[in-house]
């Protein structure tokens, strides 16, 4: 049984309702608190676009801005990391 190797899954660019700008889906209040917990926390924050296709897709505006500790550990032991179009 083998396994894929791990990869990390980027969007390849910040979407059109990105976390990031004035066209994001949720207030500029719980936007603030999503970076808020992010820069607190190192993780990343998920793209909505990426269930669309069927992953769990990193945030393109969040990380240009904010990279996660996954992002950073993938770097470091050398996982790919793939960009993707939403």
């Known amino acids: 049984m083998s396994r894929e190797p791990p990869v990390l899954l980027l969007a390849a660019r910040p979407c059109d309702?990105?976390?990031?700008t004035r066209n994001r889906i949720v207030s500029g209040a719980r936007?603030?608190?999503?970076?808020?917990?992010v820069r607190a926390?190192?993780?990343h924050f998920q793209c909505h676009k990426g269930t669309a296709v069927g992953c769990n897709l990193h945030c393109r505006g969040v990380h240009d801005r904010f990279q996660s500790n996954a992002y950073r550990f993938a770097m470091a032991v050398g996982i790919e990391v793939r960009e993707i179009e939403t």
């Open 17 to 20: 309702q990105c976390l990031m």
């Open 31 to 37: 936007a603030a608190q999503i970076v808020r917990d």
């Open 41 to 43: 926390s190192g993780v």
